[in-house]
């Protein structure tokens, strides 16, 4: 089985800030990896696909980038709306969630 | 408007059976691979099994592998996930989710609301 691991699993910015989520892959995964975001009572929401594509209506403000077993989340300018959970999820074999990543407004 | 909607979560004694169903609207349902994913209170997201559109290809997660089903219906447009012998850490809400596939690409872009379900004596 394939395992995800995200870092941090939490973390606090304040508005303005770029923030950096990364997620490690333990075995080669190319770049079958997506990215979500989860707010409180809420379905995740696809806002990254393929480790490096917006998908469509996403701001532009958020990007991932990667390869292999190593990806990394950015939020260029974090906003007030951001605030829930990250979540990458690879599906090179099944498919596997990370454990999360909660952002939150300092 | 495209939608998947959740039913048939509740409280249920460990050992008991459930059976979940997902009513989908608003697109070609027979056309796509749809999967369920669930999340435990206060936990992340568990990806938990995957049904191809016509039901060719079945995977489980190991942790439900034996105990649940999948399954689906196309001239209803429905997807199922017979659960059998639950257990507490089966308590999650359990969300619908289709899959997009194309080429090398793939990711669950539209998801239902979840429904929930809790194993407790």
């Known amino acids: 089985d394939i395992q995800m691991t995200q870092s941090p699993s939490s973390l606090s910015a304040s508005v303005g800030d770029r923030v950096t989520i990364t997620c490690q892959a333990s075995?080669?995964?190319?770049?079958?990896l997506n990215w979500y975001q989860q707010k409180p009572g809420k379905a995740p929401k696809l806002l990254i696909y393929?480790?490096?594509n917006l998908e469509t209506g996403v701001p532009s403000r958020f990007s991932g980038s990667g390869s292999g077993t190593d990806f990394t989340f950015t939020i260029s300018s974090l906003q007030p709306e951001d605030i829930a959970t990250y979540y990458c999820?690879?599906?090179?074999?099944?498919?596997?969630f990370g454990q999360g990543t909660k952002v939150e407004i300092k | 408007e495209v939608q998947l909607v959740e039913s048939g979560g509740g409280l249920v004694k460990p050992g008991g059976s459930l059976r979940l169903s997902c009513a989908a609207s608003?697109?070609?349902?027979?056309?796509?691979?749809m999967n369920w994913v669930r999340q435990a209170p206060g936990k992340g997201l568990e990806w938990v099994s995957s049904?191809?559109?016509?039901?060719?290809?079945?995977y489980y997660a190991d942790s439900v592998k034996g105990r649940f089903t999948i399954s689906r219906d196309n001239a209803k447009n429905s997807l199922y996930l017979q659960m059998n012998s639950l257990r507490a850490e089966d308590t999650a809400v359990y969300y619908c989710?289709?899959?997009?596939?194309?080429?090398?690409?793939?990711?669950?872009?539209?998801w239902g609301k979840g429904t929930t379900v809790t194993v407790s004596s």
């Open positions: 989710a289709r899959d997009w596939r194309i080429q090398h690409i793939d990711y669950m872009d539209v």
């Open positions: 608003g697109f070609t349902f027979s056309s796509y691979s």
């Open positions: 049904i191809s559109s016509s039901s060719s290809y079945i």
């Open positions: 075995q080669d995964i190319s770049n079958y």
């Open positions: 393929d480790a490096s």
């Open positions: 999820q690879q599906y090179d074999n099944l498919r596997t």
